[in-house]
Structures are given as C-alpha cells and as structure tokens.
C-alpha cells in the first residue's frame, strides 16, 4: 500500500527519497552509490548518505555533498527517512528493526542461505529486491557478474595465499619453479567465479582442472584457455577422482537463487592431502561444501579434519576501490530506474529481483529452500 503511495508520489512529484547507509558486515568498505551518481540523482530526487559510508571505497562525506546529497550521522537517519534503501549487503540483524514496510530496500541478500534473515525481511513487510537474481535477455546475471569477477579473482589470489606454510596451508608455491611441478587446482563451476578464478591462477601458472555440468561452457572454457585448462564434466565420480591430488578446490557453483549443491561432503575431506585449501566462493548461496560456514575477513580459516576451508561471504568489500565502482557501474541504471519507475511497471526481467514483497516470497528458489508456500509477484502488485 505504501509502495503504491511511494509511486502515486513519484508519478506526481517525481522524487523519491533514496538512502544509502554505511555497510555494517565484516570488513564492508563498499558502498551503494559513488558521488557522481548521486548528482545524477539529486537532480530529481532527495538523497541522504550516512556519514563515513564512501571513506572506504575512497569518497568523503564532503563529495557527497557537493554532489547533492544530506549526510546524516547515524544508520537509522537514513532508515527513518529514505523510501528507497541503496546498500550492498544484505541487513544484519542490527538493522532489522530500523526497516519500515513501506520501504524498498535493494541490495545482495542470498536469501536462499539464510532462513533467519528471510523471515526477517518477511515480517518487515518491506519491499526487497536482489541484486542477484535481475536478469537480462540472455537469461545472465548482471548484477552478480562484476561481483563475481572480483570474487573469482581473489579466490585466486586466496588459494596462492593459503598454500603457504605460514598462512595454515600444506607449503606448497602455486605456480611451481624450475623442475618442481605447480600446485594441482580444482575449480567447481566454470562460469564468472571459475573462470576469473582459474585467469589467476593458470597466470600464476598453476595446473587448473575446471569442473561443470554445462557441456557447452566446458567446450567454451576449452577454447578460451586454448590448452591451459583441463576441463572436467562435474559429477561425485569425478570430482573423488581428482581430490587426493589436488591442492586446492575452489567452489564456484551457482544454481540461480537456490541452495548450492553440496559438491564435497565430509566424508570426501578424507579423499584430500593434510592441509589442503577449500576456498568456497559460493558460501553466500550456503555453500557448496558440506563442512562449509560462513567466516569474515577478520578470520577467513578454519579447519574441519585437517583441511583448510576459506569462506567469506563478502569477498569483494575487501577491495572496495574496485569492487564500488565495479558494482555500482552495474547497479546505477537500475537504481535510477526503480526510483522513477512504479514497481508494476519495471520489465519483468527487473522484477525477477524481488525475492520478498509485503510479508510474501516472490522467489520460487527461495520458497523451495525453505518450503515456505511461493507467492507470484503478479498476484500481489497492484
Ligand atoms: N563469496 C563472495 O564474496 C561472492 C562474490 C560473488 C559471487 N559469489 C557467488 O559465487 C557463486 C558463483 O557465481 P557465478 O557468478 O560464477 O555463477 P555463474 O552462474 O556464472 O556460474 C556458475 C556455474 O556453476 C555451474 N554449476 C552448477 N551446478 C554445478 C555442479 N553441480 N557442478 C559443477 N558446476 C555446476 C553452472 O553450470 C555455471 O557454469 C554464486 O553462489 C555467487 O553468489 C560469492
């Protein structure tokens, strides 16, 4: 109802009052909008940024105020005031009560993962729409992509870094030297992550394995990586194969929306060398190893059985200099068009975005997740 007044609103006066609030997660330093973008905005909209939300991705509080926008002190000036939310994080439960429903708040939530913030965004009664889950006419991702590039990358980067002795890792140089062989990678998922994972690494010159169960993409790998790569078709069979050679598995899978499946269960553990690397990328989307669960970039390792697992679920804050603008080239469009645009009216390949609306799941992955009933978009915009 509010929304509906929220759009009444915009299609009247035209503006919209957006927040953008400082990222609370672990080690967050990106932000929703970059200082030029809210001048863009702010020639039609009211904007209010929480102080220091831009510091870590380079940007000062005075940018954003010579680009137009308020800045307010606390988190909760922005939640109280702004009709549309700009972050990029999903909320933490600190943030839960400041949430109003008459909200939209857009944003990454991989609510497949998290029962707990699903019910939460539900009771809000809030309008929430994912990054992840946009698509464009080619069925991909546009969101996730820049993310998943920065992501696949570090977990390159990652993997070299835990291989090291000092860092908890067997001791091994991933590229090798003179007649000593390189390390032994596996890669689980061969599509952004994957690839931009193994770029890295083959760079770095490790023996890379990629693994997925899209014949396509591995025939595309193939002639991408012209021979660098070896490609595998993913099943348990496989995968067991390879494991007690290899070094380090990146996990890299996406099932759009759902649960990632578990490509390497506890008893699998056994099947790897003491001290080996498990760098799960797809931890956002529950992971895709069993033993998975989420670290923070305060302290990404643990051990399960001897082996080292590395799961941060926001890998890309790390390096918010590239990662801000990376995502919010990406995002801007959309943000400038959900803030202009009543929700009824955005392309449907938008509105695939919307997982939660009035106390509803609108995602049918999310829905399967939890066995929580599934509620057509359609049925409740009015
Ligand atoms: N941790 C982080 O900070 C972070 C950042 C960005 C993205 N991610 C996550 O990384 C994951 C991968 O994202 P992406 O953009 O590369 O997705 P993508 O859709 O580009 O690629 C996923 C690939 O997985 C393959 N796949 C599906 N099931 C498989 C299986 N059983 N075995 C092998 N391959 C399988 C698909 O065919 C596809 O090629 C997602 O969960 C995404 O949310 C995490």
Do not use: W
Not at 15 to 39: D, F, S, T
Not at 145 to 156: D, E, F, Q
Not at 339 to 358: H, I, M, R
């Amino acid at each position: 109802m509010f929304l509906q007044n929220v759009y009444i609103r915009v299609i009247i006066s035209t503006v919209m009052i957006i927040g953008v609030p400082k990222e609370c997660k672990n080690n967050e330093y990106r932000v929703g909008l970059m200082p030029h973008q809210i001048a863009m905005l702010s020639k039609k909209h009211q904007l209010f940024v929480q102080q220091d939300a831009g510091v870590g991705s380079g940007f000062s509080d005075k940018d954003y105020v010579a680009a137009g926008a308020t800045i307010v002190p606390k988190r909760s000036d922005v939640y109280s005031q702004a009709e549309l939310i700009v972050k990029v994080k999903e909320p933490l439960p600190e943030e839960y009560p400041l949430i109003q429903p008459n909200q939209c708040i857009f944003a990454y939530f991989h609510f497949a993962s998290s029962l707990s913030l699903t019910q939460a965004m539900m009771e809000s009664g809030a309008c929430f729409v994912a990054y992840e889950t946009i698509e464009d006419d080619q069925g991909h991702l546009p969101l996730l992509t820049p993310m998943s590039a920065v992501a696949g990358r570090l977990a390159g980067q990652q993997a070299a870094k835990y291989l090291e002795m000092p860092q908890g890792g067997p001791g091994v140089l991933i590229g090798g030297v003179l007649d000593v062989p390189p390390a032994k990678i596996l890669v689980l998922g061969g599509g952004i992550v994957g690839t931009q994972a193994a770029e890295v690494m083959v760079g770095m010159g490790a023996d890379v394995f990629i693994f997925d169960i899209n014949k396509n993409r591995l025939d595309a790998l193939e002639s991408y990586f012209d021979g660098k790569i070896t490609a595998v078709e993913s099943t348990t069979a496989t995968i067991r194969q390879h494991l007690p050679t290899a070094d380090a598995v990146i996990g890299a899978v996406l099932v759009k929306g759902a649960k990632a499946p578990k490509l390497i269960t506890r008893e699998m553990l056994a099947d790897l060398r003491p001290k080996s690397i498990l760098v799960d990328v797809a931890v956002d989307q529950g992971g895709c190893f069993e033993t998975t669960k989420p670290t923070t970039h305060a302290q990404p390792i643990y051990e399960v059985d001897g082996i080292v697992h590395y799961a941060v679920a926001n890998m890309p804050g790390a390096v918010p200099r590239t990662s801000t603008h990376a995502l919010t080239n990406a995002t801007f469009p959309y943000v400038a068009q959900l803030a202009q645009t009543p929700l009824a009216e955005l392309p449907s390949l938008f509105l695939k975005g919307v997982n939660v609306y009035k106390g509803e799941i609108t995602n049918p992955e999310v829905a399967n997740a939890f066995g929580i009933p599934y509620t057509p978009l359609e049925n409740i915009l009015i």
